[in-house]
């Protein structure tokens, strides 16, 4: 009995030693596999497996991975497979909806090469197993056939889009030597044999060595092809291990457009190199892109700080130190309302006078366009304003000498406009003609002297004399007032078509020619 149970014993502790032998290599086993993406899937045969929970994806093989990659569709990751698998299994989506019925679906298709294709989908725990494979697959060891064919269609697909790229992509050695080219490079290459040439290996350089070696993005050459014709390419260059990947972008329309836009600024500077008007126009940063000659003149400022594209800020500043400026109370608020021209009309039109400190005069029109830019316009007024001033000097002094005289006169113009009369005309006719501007013409007038006085044709005839034209006598005649009084009127032709009208009044008459009369009457 005691032998028994030391044998007992003994295998009891042989059982304990295997298990926890058994139980340190699982774990060493286990601490050695590599580490990252761990799946359900990883010590299952070959296949394209994937298992969904719903049409959520819970896990898949790398042959599913890759499926899923090359699926058409964007989205979820079962309308992802749907989309890949119904191509190869029409009305697939009908099958697998009948799946919880049913319990396993099987299904035959061909793929788009015309190889049948097999898929197995069997739904148990609520959880949806998918397997797709090769109907020809033997299952034996080696690579997932799917996994295979997906990366295959994907690769096929890259290299037709890259070789039907409507761009040139190439790859060259660091010595230069191009050793790959898409379809549009290797048909630009073959323009360019001579008749008779075969195309050889490596391929012919199309672009300088120098320019695709520096690296420079966005550097541009110039490319003639069969017909003689130049074509630009901006080239870009990205480095790798074995060499240089090349891009040739055509930019025949940029290129066109930039030669175009300084055509446009040439003869856009030529035109306004004649303007005395300076201009200056600013970009929607309110930076100084382009001035004409006038400019300078009328601002003072240097060519070299014109050049240097200051800003419209910058521009008012150094004015103001050539005093070139208006001085207001306050100058920063007064300069921030012309950058952002806040008194511009609803075509976005500024204009404003400028008196300067030196006595000139400028005339500032600012226009703003709808892309932000704005043009600013500087006019020497000075001359205007002097001719204007002494125009109303003038007027002043001609107002003054006519009031100073006792007869009562009017002035009227070519076309029957009064635009003047005196002081003793508005005594004598109590009225002054100027209050009413609207019936200061001739007829106007008339109707009122006639109202005035007794009923004659002299206002007739004056409208008439008024409204000849060409060589014309003076001539004077007599009215009566409603007074009584004795008019005494008198017409004379003036330089430039107008007409002078005098009146006086029988007394005035006497006290002219009775010098004693008119003296008692200024001393009373």
């Not at 109907?135 to 037709?160: C, K, N, Q």
């Not at 001035?291 to 521009?315: H, I, Q, Y």
């Not at 070519?414 to 009225?431: C, D, I, K």
């Not at 007038?445 to 002299?458: E, G, I, Y």
Request: glycine share 10%; proline share 5%.
């Amino acid at each position: 009995m005691g032998s028994d149970l030391v044998l007992g014993l003994g295998l009891g502790l042989t059982s304990i030693l295997a298990a926890a032998g058994g139980l340190l290599l699982l774990l060493a086993f286990q601490s050695n596999r590599p580490k990252g993406h761990h799946s359900i899937f990883e010590d299952r045969a070959r296949g394209t497996l994937f298992l969904f929970d719903g049409e959520t994806l819970l896990d898949c093989t790398p042959g599913g991975r890759a499926a899923l990659a090359a699926s058409p569709a964007q989205g979820g990751m079962w309308v992802r497979l749907l989309a890949y698998l119904s191509p190869m299994f029409p009305e697939i989506d009908h099958h697998l909806a009948r799946l919880r019925e049913q319990g396993i679906v099987t299904l035959e298709g061909q793929d788009s090469e015309g190889m049948p294709m097999l898929l197995r989908a069997e739904y148990r725990g609520g959880l949806t197993r998918i397997s797709l494979s090769d109907a020809l697959e033997t299952g034996g060891p080696g690579p997932d056939a799917m996994a295979h064919r997906a990366m295959t269609e994907e690769l096929a697909s890259l290299r037709a889009m890259l070789s039907h790229a409507p761009i040139m992509a190439w790859r060259e050695r660091p010595d230069g030597e191009v050793i790959w080219a898409n379809t549009d490079y290797v048909m630009a290459a073959a323009e360019r044999l001579e008749p008779g040439q075969e195309m050889s290996w490596p391929l012919p350089r199309l672009f300088e060595r120098i320019a695709t070696a520096q690296g420079v993005a966005g550097q541009r050459q110039k490319l003639l092809r069969h017909d003689g014709t130049p074509h630009w390419y901006e080239l870009t260059v990205a480095a790798d291990d074995s060499g240089r990947r090349v891009y040739a972008l055509p930019c025949d329309a940029a290129v066109q457009a930039e030669a175009n836009l300084r055509d446009f600024l040439q003869t856009l500077a030529k035109t306004f190199a004649h303007l005395t008007t300076g201009l200056a126009v600013f970009d929607k940063n309110r930076k100084l892109q382009l001035f004409n000659p006038a400019l300078l003149d009328l601002t003072g400022l240097a060519p070299d700080f014109l050049s240097a594209r200051p800003t419209v800020v910058a521009m008012l500043d150094a004015m103001r130190e050539k005093n070139m400026v208006p001085e207001p109370k306050d100058y920063r608020r007064w300069r921030q309302s012309l950058v952002e021209m806040e008194g511009a009309d609803d075509q976005g039109v500024y204009e404003e006078t400028w008196p300067l400190a030196g006595g000139q005069t400028y005339r500032v029109v600012g226009r703003r366009h709808g892309n932000g830019s704005m043009a600013l316009m500087f006019e020497d007024i000075s001359g205007e304003v002097s001719r204007t001033r002494r125009y109303r000097a003038d007027l002043e002094l001609g107002q003054a000498a006519i009031d100073a005289m006792d007869e009562g006169l009017a002035v009227f113009s070519e076309t029957g406009q009064l635009v003047m009369s005196n002081r003793a005309y508005t005594a004598l006719w109590g009225s002054d003609p100027m209050d009413r501007v609207a019936e200061a013409g001739i007829r106007g007038v008339s109707d009122f002297w006639a109202a005035q006085t007794a009923p004659s044709k002299l206002w007739a005839e004056m409208r008439d004399f008024i409204g000849t034209l060409g060589d014309r006598e003076a001539w004077s005649a007599e009215a009566r007032l409603l007074d009584g009084r004795r008019l005494i009127c008198r017409l004379a032709p003036l330089t430039g078509g107008g007409t002078l009208v005098g009146f006086r009044t029988a007394t005035d008459l006497r006290e002219a020619q009775d010098p004693a009369t008119a003296l008692h009457r200024h001393m009373a």
